[in-house]
Nanobody, 115 residues
Framework: QVQVAESGGGLVQAGESLRLSCTVH????????MAWYRQTPGKQRELVAD???????NYVDSVKGRFAISRANTTNTVYLQMNRLKPEDTGVYYC?????????WGQGTQVTVSS
């Protein structure tokens, strides 16, 4: 049984930082790419950042230079360091983990940035 658990969301003011964590639990032997998505009301879920097993990085333009994705393979964890947060970063952030037998999503963690 595979479970994906996110943590680290919260309410912050514009300009502050948050660090999200996502850990994959269960009998998982190899994880290729891991990604963070976010969803805001009325919009489709969008890719924020992803990282491959070889540490190739990809970011949506709106977060480049402010967010940093990283991973710890020994604990099957992916992080999203979010700096200089803006109100438009507000949303529910989800971790996505594709495995050989399916794609797994976490339950989401709320990030709210006040102006």
């Amino acid at each position: 049984q595979v479970q994906v658990a996110e943590s680290g969301g919260g309410l912050v003011q514009a300009g502050e930082s948050l660090r999200l964590s996502c850990t994959v639990h269960g009998n998982v032997f190899h994880i290729n790419a891991m990604a963070w998505y976010r969803q805001t009301p009325g919009k489709q879920r969008e890719l924020v950042a992803d990282i491959t097993a070889g540490d190739a990085l990809n970011y949506v333009d709106s977060v480049k230079g402010r967010f940093a994705i990283s991973r710890a393979n020994t604990t099957n964890t992916v992080y999203l360091q979010m700096n200089r947060l803006k109100p438009e970063d507000t949303g529910v952030y989800y971790c996505r983990v594709p495995l050989g037998y399916g794609v797994y999503w976490g339950q989401g963690t709320q990030v709210t940035v006040s102006s």
